[in-house]
């Protein structure tokens, strides 16, 4: 019985890193793609400096995603302190 239950810990600490390293690529991601905001939108095609298609403009915030990342991250951590 132990035993399936260290192998549930350990199963479910694999997931945790896992997604703990999913969540770190999207906020590095991030911080590449503000790097390039003098390109294309990679939705529409349109410049960002000229960007009018409201489908795109609100739903690809950087900001919104690479705060949302970090809460999540935040999230993980705790429960990875609670095992």
């Known amino acids: 019985m132990v035993d399936g239950l260290s192998q549930r810990f350990n199963l479910l600490e694999e997931h945790c890193d896992s997604d ?6 999207i906020e590095e991601t991030g911080v590449l793609l503000e790097s390039l905001r003098s390109k ?4 529409c095609g349109a410049r ?14 950087i900001e919104d995603v690479q705060l949302a990342a970090e ?5 993980i951590a705790s429960l990875r302190a609670d095992l």
């Open 20 to 25: 703990a390293k999913r969540l770190l690529a």
């Open 71 to 75: 809460k999540e991250q935040d999230k």
């Open 48 to 61: 960002l400096a000229e960007h009018r298609k409201p489908e795109c403009a609100p739903v690809y915030r």
């Open 40 to 43: 294309a939108c990679p939705v």
